[in-house]
């Protein structure tokens, strides 16, 4: 059973590790990718555990999250809510600017309304820029005892 666990954790690291130098080195071009940002922050894993960005993203799904100079509309980003230490992944609904800060608005796509709270850009953990669909399911599941 020992060995399971560390073959499942072994072949789940591969393959996030996989999923990240695609979305790193194949979806954008190299040449715009700056380095020492990444070494600042580098990109981040999350597991997604509800159904709120269905269809986009499912439940299970990893995703891949990097720091952006730029959110807009549509994007879909990770935050932390006010009040919260757990990180939410949505799609920023609408954007506005005033006396020097960015106010997002944000919901989910499998949402009827918008999420309560508004947040600031310092928020914001990073938007999304690479999925495995179900991949957490198996990271999950080679965590548990």
Do not use: C, W
């Given at each position: 059973?020992?060995?399971?666990?560390?073959?499942?954790?072994?072949?789940?690291?591969?393959?996030?590790?996989?999923?990240?130098?695609?979305?790193?080195?194949?979806?954008?071009?190299?040449?715009?990718?700056?380095?020492?940002?990444?070494?600042?922050?580098?990109?981040?894993?999350?597991?997604?555990?509800?159904?709120?960005?269905?269809?986009?993203?499912?439940?299970?799904s990893?995703?891949?999250?990097?720091?952006?100079?730029?959110?807009?509309?549509g994007?879909i980003?990770?935050?932390?809510?006010?009040?919260?230490?757990?990180?939410?992944?949505?799609?920023?609904?609408?954007?506005?600017?005033?006396?020097?800060?960015?106010?997002?608005?944000?919901?989910?796509?499998?949402?009827?309304?918008?999420?309560?709270?508004?947040?600031?850009?310092?928020?914001?953990?990073?938007?999304?820029?690479?999925?495995?669909?179900?991949?957490?399911?198996?990271?999950?599941?080679?965590?548990?005892?």
């Open positions: 059973m020992r060995f399971l666990k560390i073959l499942i954790i072994t072949t789940t690291t591969t393959l996030v590790s996989f999923a990240a130098y695609l979305a790193l080195f194949t979806r954008f071009n190299i040449a715009s990718i700056d380095f020492a940002k990444l070494i600042e922050f580098p990109p981040r894993l999350y597991i997604v555990q509800s159904g709120s960005m269905q269809p986009a993203i499912s439940v299970g990893v995703v891949l999250v990097t720091k952006s100079t730029q959110y807009n509309n994007d980003i990770s935050f932390i809510p006010t009040g919260s230490k757990d990180v939410v992944t949505h799609r920023i609904f609408s954007r506005e600017d005033s006396n020097g800060k960015t106010i997002f608005e944000t919901k989910g796509d499998a949402n009827e309304e918008s999420d309560r709270n508004k947040i600031e850009e310092r928020q914001i953990v990073g938007k999304v820029v690479f999925l495995v669909p179900y991949l957490g399911f198996l990271a999950d599941y080679g965590k548990k005892p």
